[in-house]
């Protein structure tokens, strides 16, 4: 079975990292951009991503501007991370189509949980 295709879009290498490597020890392919703008050019490259995870502040696009760009041509799940936790910055990202919202720091497993319920509700439908 191939392996599923997930990007992981954030401005801090270090995080993208952190959660490139726990995804690919978890049988996933991983693709990484750094910003909204870079994210978007590799969308467009590679329609057969299977799931989003986002962070939110971002220079040059931000995850909100992303989410809403994307929504327009695709549905695959969006998971934003980040470090905005207020309850308005959650309900925000959720309203505007992220399909779960993750505050940092963050436990690696309960990701890879979300990760995978999300993708296991989109393969039921």
Do not use: C, W
């Given at each position: 079975?191939e392996k599923l295709k997930i990007m992981v879009v954030d401005d801090e290498a270090r995080m993208r990292k952190l959660?490139?490597?726990?995804?690919?020890?978890?049988?996933?392919?991983?693709?990484?951009?750094?910003?909204?703008?870079?994210?978007?050019?590799?969308?467009?490259?590679?329609?057969?991503?299977?799931?989003?995870?986002?962070?939110?502040?971002?220079?040059?696009?931000?995850?909100?501007?992303?989410?809403?760009?994307?929504?327009?041509?695709?549905?695959?799940?969006?998971?934003?991370?980040?470090?905005?936790?207020?309850?308005?910055?959650?309900?925000?990202g959720l309203n505007i189509g992220a399909d779960d919202y993750v505050s940092k720091p963050f436990k690696p497993l309960?990701?890879?949980?979300?990760?995978?319920?999300?993708?296991?509700?989109?393969?039921?439908?």
């Open positions: 079975m959660v490139k490597d726990f995804l690919v020890k978890s049988n996933f392919n991983v693709l990484e951009a750094g910003d909204g703008e870079e994210a978007v050019d590799k969308f467009y490259e590679n329609k057969d991503i299977a799931l989003i995870l986002l962070d939110v502040m971002m220079p040059k696009m931000d995850g909100i501007t992303f989410t809403m760009k994307v929504r327009l041509e695709h549905d695959f799940p969006i998971i934003m991370l980040s470090a905005k936790s207020e309850e308005i910055d959650k309900i925000t309960e990701l890879l949980a979300r990760v995978n319920s999300q993708l296991r509700r989109r393969s039921e439908e």
